[in-house]
């Protein structure tokens, strides 16, 4: 059964920059696995960020941003707001199935 | 303007089978490239990929899912339906419809529901 890893949480001050990850139990991700992004905040439905590594949605705001690091997916949030604090889930294509990571909480502090 | 709702019981029973539907507007199923997928999220955990349906009647399950879960669409009432079997406690979640795109060499779920919590119990 393939997973998808992310950490569980991180901790980010106002203003500054955090990167989180996205890993694969098959391997490197690679831009084939069209990693999804998407925010989460309690009592809301998901809201997407990013889409295949790096496009951003219209309505993503500018300091949200998406690529590959390392053999995994990851999502660069720059000058954090509060509003930030949520939770973040990446999704990876595996051809034809869909599968999610277990999210990081991220809290701003 | 692309919106999705899902609608359903709110309660099942243990064994009982699962009907819940997603209505939308703002797009069309016979479109290619789009498809709509459903995800569910039990209390406090995290999101999990169920199923997806494109334009072109291709279905996609997930594969610990597979056995227990059918969609299906209706392009004249702009309709997804996900059937699931067999419910069980451990299925209470809140279940979501998304919208799909998979153009250009690229794939992204973007516009979602708001959600319908469905809980198992007898």
């Known amino acids: 059964q393939t997973v998808v890893t992310q950490e569980p949480s991180l901790t980010v001050s106002p203003g500054g920059t955090v990167t989180l990850t996205c890993a694969s139990s098959?391997?490197?991700?690679?831009?084939?696995?069209?990693p999804n992004w998407f925010q989460q905040k309690p009592g809301q439905a998901p809201r997407a960020l990013i889409y295949?590594?790096?496009n951003k949605h219209s309505w993503t705001p500018a300091r949200f941003s998406g690529s590959l690091l390392g053999g995994k997916a990851a999502l660069t949030l720059s000058r954090v707001q509060p509003e930030d604090e949520a939770e973040y889930y990446c999704?990876?294509?595996?051809?034809?199935?869909?599968?999610f990571g277990g999210g990081t909480k991220l809290t701003v502090l | 303007q692309i919106t999705l709702k899902e609608s359903g019981p709110t309660l099942v029973k243990p064994t009982q089978t699962l009907t819940l539907t997603c209505t939308f507007s703002?797009?069309?199923?016979?479109?290619?490239?789009?498809?709509v997928g459903w995800i569910r999220q039990p209390p406090g955990k995290a999101l999990e990929w169920l199923a997806l349906i494109y334009w072109d009647d291709d279905k996609r399950y997930s594969p610990s899912l597979k056995s227990r879960l059918t969609i299906t669409k209706d392009t004249s009432k702009n309709q997804v339906v996900l059937t699931m079997t067999n419910m069980d406690p451990v299925d209470t979640a809140t279940y979501y419809c998304?919208?799909?795109?998979?153009?250009?060499?690229?794939?992204?779920?973007?516009?979602w529901g708001q959600g319908t919590l469905v809980t198992v119990s007898s």
């Open positions: 999704l990876l294509y595996y051809g034809g199935a869909w599968v």
């Open positions: 998304a919208h799909s795109v998979s153009v250009a060499g690229t794939a992204r779920l973007d516009y």
């Open positions: 703002g797009f069309s199923l016979s479109t290619s490239g789009l498809g």
């Open positions: 098959t391997g490197a991700v690679t831009s084939g696995y069209y």
């Open positions: 295949s590594t790096s």
